[in-house]
T-cell receptor, first 115, second 115 residues
């Protein structure tokens, strides 16, 4: 069990550019969640997957955001035409459902800075 | 929709003393869990303690315990014998287990343990 990993850990981009983040969950976990955390705030839910199916998307997830989990393992989150308001920490978490006792394991996050 | 409120943005405690962090929530759901997560500086979020809503007994995990008052929708965290390693952001979180297990977080409390 190597934990949840995220790549990159930091990303600086210019407004208008596209960025893609990757999350590798704990291998046996079938659920994967994306959250966004702005400075000094608690994380906010963005979307989640059960295996490869995306089951829920928050209203925070505008049309510029897209997430995939093509083989039910790793997931990617892409932001197109980045805006300064996208600057935040993007957190990934994974969980086993059922049987995981409702514990989500978090990755270290990807910190995005849009200049 | 549910909301989670942490009314103490910052707290401090002397090493070896006891501190209580407050959390209130609002929901119309009946089947839910409550959590306290710890986010140390520049490190990933980890679960501290969880409470099932249908259990009247308060959860405990070593030096950490909760005071769950369901009718008042209150869920406070007590840390006994505080240690320097307890210095972190603490987030209270709500999970509706009938609707995808997405976490709703409070705004966090920054806890500083002083030597």
């Amino acid at each position: 069990d190597t934990g949840v990993s995220q790549d990159p850990r930091h990303k600086i981009t210019k407004r208008g550019q596209n960025v893609t983040f990757r999350c590798d969950p704990i291998s046996e976990h079938n659920r994967l969640y994306w959250y966004r955390q702005t400075l000094g705030q608690g994380p906010e839910f963005l979307t989640y997957f059960q295996n490869e199916a995306q089951l829920e998307k928050s209203r925070l997830l505008s049309d510029r955001f897209s997430a995939e989990r093509p083989k039910g393992s790793f997931s990617t989150l892409e932001i197109q035409r980045t805006e300064q308001g996208d600057s935040a920490m993007y957190l990934c978490a994974s969980e086993t459902v059922p049987g995981g006792f409702y514990e989500q394991y978090f990755g270290p996050g990807t910190r995005l800075t849009v200049t | 929709a549910q909301t989670v409120t942490q009314s103490q943005p910052e707290m401090s405690v002397q090493e070896a003393e006891t501190v209580t962090l407050s959390c209130t929530y609002d929901t119309s759901e009946s089947n839910y869990y409550l959590f306290w997560y710890k986010q140390p500086p520049s490190r990933q979020m980890i679960l501290v303690i969880r409470q099932e809503a249908y259990k009247q007994q308060n959860a405990t995990e070593n030096r950490f315990s909760v005071n769950f008052q369901k009718a008042a929708k209150s869920f406070s965290l007590k840390i006994s014998d505080s240690q320097l390693g307890d210095t972190a952001m603490y987030f209270c979180a709500f999970m509706n287990v009938d609707a995808g297990n997405m976490l709703t977080f409070g705004g966090g409390t920054r806890l500083m343990v002083k030597p």
